[in-house]
């Protein structure tokens, strides 16, 4: 290519390269105000000892269903919707599922914009996200949703309490590093920088393993399995396989291998061993006074309460696995109850 | 003209990042995943207590590949009996605590492991910049991820100099957890430090703030061969006070506590500090920051102004300093000047009593001598001599000019420690010479007092009637055994004591007949104040007494309000429990007469009590009442009048 060609080349690639640049930038205010006008503020029953009455909600059908958290809020004769334009309208309450903790309510009004659920985007941790909700109730009326940013922090499995009662939801969250706790901002969105939704807010509520405040959103598939149900009107969740509840005399008891604890006196004692029966499977397995038990089954265990916890969810007919500290080194022991007095299984 | 064409197109080449958000997203994954191996999970158990942003898991960080790890030292706040590090490939080790960082509130774990663990680069501290990245890594949900917060620096040099800030989102999420540059490699280390106190968790209530802290890595590496070794690192003190209250007020030093680093760098009073390791410190706010990083060890070296010189030393900084040993000089000083001496300048400190066997006699010392400067400063009155000497250690050798009968001497005179014995016979106590112009007199003789806002709180005072302007009494506050009080028999034993040995008395009425109320100790403190500004107490010789319960008045006034009371003087009285004992201190040296039996209820606990005081450098005279618990007899009280006289020796 001639010389004289290369430079206005160049030069276009150059100012493309820009406009790409820029149009990234410029996306932003587009997106958010897409999603602005898919959104809806509540208001309902509340506005008593700390409760609000106000919270978040989202369009997710083009004839009026919204979504929203399942709360007080909703505990009300009349609930009202307001439009991201204004328009104000009573909504009905269509149902609600209990363990994920999400409602859809139903307003009188065609072609609005909406979330679709059946669409789910894929994030990670360190995916950029935006969070839109009516944080302390300050939009009113037309004025939009406060929109905070943040990135995916991390994707665990809730594990939280509202005060002194755990929530009945214990599946997968978004956990997000934008302070996204507050009141009336259960119910909003999480969404990519594109503007796709990701999740919706969840309530105020607490780490249960560090009490914090849990910044966090329901993912968009649980969101879509969950509204599934309550259209189709079913109401029991789906029971967790870990919730299998064994009879008294079926499940796993240290005293029947042999080993006694020391006495449970504290909230938290600490689950060492106190004795050791001789010629029991415990004794065979290696276990000694002192010991200390760390792990049930690969799962951690803090004191004699959650250890007695974890084994009633395991059936003594199978090998249990503990692992132990005893002078400040690891050990793993497998243990099984015979029937007629062999020796158990060595590790 | 071509290259008018070209430049927009390299300006828009420059300025152009294709998608710049995407890729600063891509950046901060790859950051993530080169720390990542090296952030570790870590599990306690068995610990003490509940706390209730302890939830048993927290994060960690490797730091060298053959098995060590820090964290937060608000992790281990439980006293966990067992610790167990979890690695990124589901591996659990078991750890021990080795040794905390008590300047940065980190500590250093030990795995036993054989095969060599992940590495981290160290970012190193002078290139942290306010405003660039700054990612922070935990490992608290999931055992297999790590869970992120993104934010910058906001800023460095705080708490002391020893952390940055960042906006992260710092909670029991990541505390322990390493924060990490754009590249991936390791700024600071997450804890929850606050500006405010210096408790090793004491901001976990700003988690999530966006305001967060996080100690340099490469300062807690400096560390590194000791707390390798087991041994803790401590912050630095140096050992001077401020002459000024203001904390932007230039760093002159108002003392250098002897034995303290300052002190053998050859710092003292009215030097002013202008650099530390070459850093300029305009003022006490600076020199904080600048001494704030440093550890217990570590060599300082310090520029300073003395009389207009320009001078440099070194001082290395130590974990603690020794309380305060007064050194003896052997004197017992005039309040003021001699009225016939005048005009003649400098006024300086005339002696009324020179102790046997003490330095000051034998290096000649008499009394009536005018002590009036030592070889650099001249004194204008005994406080400045007092400063001066304690100045020193015992075994200083130092130089007094004083004038005896109109000619100047000049000696040379090695101090002794504080231990001395109350002399069985002294001159009266000291008396301004020189009369005033005050016409009127001061109210003399009994009455009583109380608090106009809570009258329950009363008192008695006695004044001698024959009490002169010119006279520096002392001032004893007698707590009484609470119970009966009778107004009458408490002038009739302490009036005549009053009158001898030129004191005020100041006898606070217990309102309660069970027991004493500490709360009662403000008023009384003011109304101490008051007499002691009506009637020109001398200020070293203002004595809390007190017998049995009322000891422990006298004992808790003390030690609560320093600066008024000098002296404390107990008979069969332990210290309460709730009392805080201080060390002794140049400000405001306070002096210990303990009288008991050696049958008493606490007779045990009080031998303890005398040993605690020595020990913390106070002097203390005791005197043994024998077998039997009882109050002083009269040569007892001679005895403590003697020691009362003595309170202001030098």
Redesign the interface.
């Given at each position: 290519m001639s010389y004289r060609f290369r430079?206005?080349i160049?030069?276009l690639?150059?100012?493309s390269?820009?406009i790409?640049?820029s149009a990234?930038?410029a996306n932003l205010p587009a997106v958010i105000s897409d999603v602005q006008q898919k959104l809806v503020k509540i208001y309902g029953a509340g506005g008593l000892r700390g409760l609000e009455a106000y919270q978040s909600g989202f369009f997710i059908s083009d004839t009026g269903h919204v979504l929203t958290a399942w709360s007080t809020v909703l505990d009300s004769d009349t609930i009202t919707v307001v439009l991201s334009d204004g328009r104000r309208f009573e909504a009905e309450l269509l149902g609600a599922d209990l363990e994920v903790e999400t409602a859809v309510l139903k307003v009188e009004v065609d072609g609005v914009p909406h979330f679709d659920l059946a669409k789910s985007q894929a994030a990670d941790?360190?995916?950029?996200t935006l969070a839109f909700s009516n944080l302390f109730g300050i939009a009113v009326g037309m004025e939009p949703f406060s929109v905070q940013h943040?990135?995916?922090?991390?994707?665990?499995q809730l594990s939280a309490r509202r005060g002194v009662f755990s929530t009945p939801y214990r599946g997968n969250v978004f956990?997000v590093?934008a302070?996204t706790n507050n009141p009336g901002a259960a119910g909003g969105v999480l969404t990519t920088?594109d503007g796709y939704l990701l999740g919706m807010l969840g309530k105020e509520l607490r780490?249960d393993?560090?009490?914090?405040?849990l910044?966090y959103a329901i993912p968009t598939p649980v969101l879509h399995a969950a509204v599934g149900r309550i259209v189709r009107g079913e109401t029991d969740p789906a029971s967790d396989q870990s919730n299998l509840q064994y009879d008294f005399d079926e499940v796993w008891r240290l005293d029947l291998a042999g080993i006694l604890l020391v006495p449970d006196v504290f909230?938290?004692t600490?689950p060492?061993v106190d004795t050791v029966i001789p010629s029991t499977p415990g004794y065979k397995a290696g276990i000694r006074p002192d010991d200390?038990i760390?792990y049930v089954a690969g799962n951690?265990v803090?004191s004699c309460r959650q250890v007695a916890s974890r084994l009633r969810r395991l059936p003594h007919s199978e090998p249990l696995k503990l692992?132990l500290?005893r002078d400040?080194?690891?050990h793993e022991v497998i243990l099984v109850l015979t029937g007629q007095g062999d020796g158990p299984v060595q590790p | 003209m071509?290259c008018l064409?070209?430049l927009?197109?390299?300006?828009?080449?420059r300025?152009?990042?294709?998608?710049?958000?995407?890729l600063e997203?891509d950046a901060?994954?790859t950051a993530?995943r080169r720390v990542a191996p090296a952030t570790v999970r870590i599990?306690?158990?068995?610990?003490d207590g509940?706390d209730?942003?302890?939830?048993?898991?927290a994060s960690g960080l490797i730091v060298s590949p053959d098995g060590w790890v820090v964290t937060s030292e608000s992790v281990l706040g439980q006293n966990p009996?067992?610790i167990?590090v979890m690695l990124n490939d589901g591996r659990?080790?078991?750890a021990?605590h080795v040794a905390t960082d008590h300047s940065s509130k980190v500590s250093m774990l030990k795995l036993?492991t054989e095969d060599p663990l992940p590495a981290i680069e160290v970012a190193p501290a002078e290139e942290i910049q306010v405003g660039q990245w700054a990612i922070a890594l935990g490992r608290?949900?999931?055992s297999d991820?790590?869970?992120?917060?993104?934010g910058i620096v906001s800023a460095v040099d705080r708490i002391l100099g020893r952390a940055i800030q960042t906006d992260?989102?710092i909670?029991?999420?990541n505390y322990g957890g390493p924060l990490v540059d754009i590249h991936g490699r390791v700024l600071a280390v997450l804890a929850p430090l606050s500006p405010e106190t210096a408790d090793a968790a004491s901001g976990t209530d700003w988690?999530?703030s966006g305001v967060g802290f996080a100690v340099p890595l490469e300062r807690i590496m400096n560390g590194f061969s000791k707390m390798s070794a087991g041994e803790d690192v401590y912050p630095g003190i140096l050992g001077i006070s401020p002459k000024s209250a203001q904390p932007y007020d230039p760093v002159v030093i108002g003392a250098s506590r002897p034995g303290s680093p300052a002190y053998l760098a050859g710092l003292r009073t009215d030097d002013e500090i202008l650099t530390v390791n070459d850093r300029l410190i305009p003022h006490w706010v600076a020199l904080r920051k600048a001494i704030g990083p440093v550890y217990a060890g570590d060599k300082v070296r310090i520029g300073f102004r003395r009389d207009g010189n320009e001078l440099q030393t070194q001082a290395q900084l130590v974990a603690e300093l020794d309380p305060f040993s007064r050194p003896f000089l052997g004197i017992l000083p005039q309040p003021a000047v001699a009225a016939d001496e005048g005009e003649m300048k400098p006024a300086g400190v005339t002696v009324r009593y020179v102790f046997s066997e003490s330095p000051a006699s034998s290096a000649g010392i008499l009394t009536g001598d005018r002590i009036v400067g030592s070889e650099r400063k001249d004194f204008a009155n005994r406080d400045e001599l007092r400063q001066f000497v304690f100045q020193h250690l015992a075994g200083d050798e130092i130089e007094l000019k004083l004038f005896r009968h109109g000619e100047q001497e000049q000696l040379k005179i090695k101090l002794a420690g504080h231990e001395f014995s109350v002399p069985e016979s002294l001159p009266p106590p000291p008396a301004i010479e020189q009369s005033t112009d005050e016409e009127s007199p001061l109210p003399a003789g009994d009455r009583d007092e109380s608090n106009p806002l809570l009258p329950d709180q009363k008192a008695l005072v006695y004044v001698p009637e024959d009490l002169s302007p010119d006279e520096r009494p002392a001032l004893l506050i007698w707590f009484h055994e609470p119970g009966h009080f009778d107004r009458q028999e408490m002038l009739d034993r302490w009036k005549p004591f009053a009158n001898e040995h030129r004191l005020l008395l100041l006898a606070p009425i217990s309102s309660d007949e069970e027991q004493w109320e500490p709360r009662n100790i403000g008023w009384i403190a003011m109304l101490t104040r008051r007499m002691m500004i009506q009637y020109k107490v001398d200020e070293r010789r203002v004595v809390a007494h007190g017998y049995r319960a009322g000891g422990a008045m006298a004992y808790l006034m003390a030690f609560s309000a320093p600066s008024i009371v000098s002296g404390v003087a107990v008979v069969e009285s332990p210290i309460p429990r709730r009392a805080e004992v201080t060390e002794a201190a140049a400000e405001h040296p306070q002096d210990f007469f303990v009288a008991n039996s050696t049958t008493g209820k606490s007779a045990n606990r009080i031998l303890e009590d005398v040993a605690r005081l020595q020990e913390l450098k106070h002097p203390t005279v005791t005197q043994n009442l024998g077998n039997d618990p009882r109050y002083l007899n009269s040569n007892e009280l001679e005895l403590l009048a003697r020691w009362i006289n003595c309170l202001d020796r030098i």
């Open positions: 430079i206005p160049f030069c690639a150059g100012l390269f820009f790409a640049c990234a930038a941790i360190g995916t950029r943040g990135i995916i922090s991390s994707t665990t956990v590093d302070v920088w780490n393993a560090n009490h914090t405040w910044n909230d938290t600490p060492f200390l760390l951690l803090q692992t500290m400040n080194e690891l | 071509t064409i070209l927009p197109a390299i300006v828009a080449v300025g152009a990042g294709v998608d710049l958000p995407q997203e901060i994954a993530v599990e306690l158990f068995a610990g509940t209730l942003f302890s939830s048993g898991i009996s067992a167990v659990r080790l078991a021990q036993a608290v949900f999931e991820r790590v869970n992120v917060s993104v992260a989102l909670s029991p999420n988690y999530d």
